[in-house]
């Protein structure tokens, strides 16, 4: 008996210690941070949590076997195990967006400057350097591989744009989610820390 009161206590403080580690991390991201900043951020809390994960099974390895956990302690666990579950995919789908942004940025760059090349200073420019009495040729298969390559990068953002939408919706669902887990379940581990006191 003893040995249980032993184990909800840790578990009950390691839940509380994760969860106020993970509240100072959920801190509003200031504008000044780089995508690569955050980018790092969120992999050293993807890896903490990893570390959490393995120290949590650890621990759960030493106890004895055929400890018989009470319905409200499997409860606990399993209350705990699918919040960890939805802030990992939190985690995952945060750093997805991350990279579909950054793609985004690249590519609209790229048609920015596709467009730049594509007026007819910038056709004229890149066929004065050839010197060649074909200029006529040159100017419109030059106008067409830029056009191509327009359609086709176009045809990319528009996926990206569609895909970067629905992450965003599956984002808002799942952090939605994470703060209905963690609203009913931290008061139920106060009340359990309350009562060992």
């Excluded at 941070?33 to 393995?54: E, G, M, W």
Aim: overall charge positive; charged content about 25%; hydrophobic content about 40%.
């Amino acid at each position: 008996m003893k040995t249980i009161k032993i184990l909800i206590c840790v578990f009950v403080f390691s839940i509380h210690i994760f969860a106020q580690n993970n509240q100072a991390n959920n801190l509003p991201i200031q504008p000044s941070n780089s995508i690569d900043q955050i980018s790092a951020d969120l992999t050293k809390v993807a890896n903490s949590l990893q570390i959490f994960n393995k120290n949590f099974k650890a621990f759960l390895a030493t106890l004895p076997q055929g400890i018989k956990f009470s319905e409200k302690q499997q409860n606990f666990l399993l209350a705990f195990e699918v919040l960890n579950r939805a802030e990992q995919r939190v985690q995952i789908l945060q750093k997805f967006q991350i990279e579909l942004t950054e793609k985004q940025a690249a590519l609209k760059t790229r048609l920015t400057q596709i467009e730049q090349d594509s007026s007819p200073e910038g056709i004229d420019r890149s066929v004065a350097l050839l010197g060649t009495t074909r200029t006529a040729e040159i100017r419109d298969s030059r106008r067409k591989t830029l056009e191509g390559e327009r359609n086709s990068l176009q045809q990319v953002v528009a996926q990206i744009n569609q895909t970067l939408a629905e992450t965003s919706n599956e984002l808002r669902e799942a952090l939605s989610l994470v703060k209905r887990l963690r609203d009913k379940c931290l008061p139920q581990i106060e009340e359990a820390l309350s009562d060992l006191k």
